[in-house]
């Protein structure tokens, strides 16, 4: 892509070689090469890959243990999400802010976020990419056994 000049081209390797690092565990290598790809995507008005690439960048911020950094990357996807009405992306960033405010100890708000991005994900019929859905089972787990049935259908 570097070879013939395509930003464009340039851009998504950048954010695929990111994901592929992320999936692999070189966090470093994927933190550089997600935010190399989203410096470009101002200068190309490539929107629409930017509450991936903050999403990506999150999981990588909650993975290190720095949980105000991933809150801020989940938060910038899901406003984007939002203004570019990208309802899988909108989704995930809340699955994403639960599972933050879950690490942070706020069980109860982290339990209501990840049920309604739960009951949205089921109804509009969106699937999780696989390397996610390990994280998602044991949430889903961890919550629905440390509730009674009562308080958990009362959050949900």
């Known amino acids: 892509a570097q070879a013939v000049g395509d930003r464009f081209v340039?851009?998504?390797?950048?954010?695929?070689?990111?994901?592929?690092?992320?999936?692999?565990?070189?966090?470093?290598?994927?933190?550089?090469s997600l935010?190399?790809?989203?410096?470009?995507?101002?200068?190309?008005?490539?929107?629409?890959i930017e509450p991936t690439l903050w999403s990506e960048l999150g999981w990588i911020a909650r993975k290190q243990h720095?949980?105000?950094?991933?809150?801020?990357?989940?938060q910038k996807a899901l406003k984007a999400a939002l203004e570019q009405g990208l309802k899988p992306q909108i989704i995930a960033a809340l699955e994403n802010i639960a599972f933050?405010?879950?690490?942070?100890?706020?069980?109860?708000?982290?339990?209501?976020?990840?049920?309604?991005?739960?009951?949205e994900r089921k109804r509009l019929g969106y699937t999780q990419i696989p390397v996610d859905v390990q994280e998602y089972e044991y949430y889903y787990a961890r919550w629905q056994n440390g509730l009674t049935e009562e308080a958990w259908q009362t959050l949900w």
């Open 66 to 74: 720095d949980g105000a950094r991933a809150a801020k990357w989940y």
């Open 10 to 32: 340039e851009t998504n390797a950048l954010a695929n070689l990111g994901m592929m690092q992320r999936f692999l565990g070189d966090l470093e290598a994927a933190r550089w």
């Open 35 to 48: 935010e190399a790809a989203l410096s470009r995507t101002d200068e190309l008005g490539y929107r629409g």
């Open 100 to 119: 933050v405010l879950a690490e942070q100890k706020h069980e109860n708000e982290a339990v209501q976020l990840f049920g309604f991005a739960a009951k």
